[in-house]
């Protein structure tokens, strides 16, 4: 009997990258803040700017956070039906005789 491969690991994300994206988002937001704060227009078009650019952004994070989760359900799905597949080969191998 065949003992199953163990699926791989997923890698991780080094500590520049992850504070390199922090960083950027960070900048990011203040840069458009400050562009927000110094346009020569009212308040309340400058409010409207500040909604809609946080809405923006929130919804950019729940879309990336929706297709990471739809990516991982793929995957364990696809290692699932991997582990079944090589349990039933194991355990059908044409190879090995039977008594009846």
Do not use: C, N
């Amino acid at each position: 009997m065949t003992t199953p491969t163990l699926p791989e690991s997923q890698p991780t994300h080094s500590a520049a990258w992850v504070t390199q994206t922090y960083i950027s988002f960070a900048v990011s937001l203040s840069a458009f803040g400050l562009g927000i704060a110094y346009l020569p227009v009212d308040a309340w078009m400058r409010g409207f700017l500040a909604v809609a650019g946080l809405y923006s952004v929130t919804s950019a994070i729940s879309m990336a956070k929706t297709l990471r989760d739809q990516h991982e359900a793929r995957t364990i799905v696809a290692r699932a039906d991997e582990a079944k597949l090589e349990k039933l080969l194991v355990e059908r191998d044409p190879y090995k005789v039977s008594s009846f």
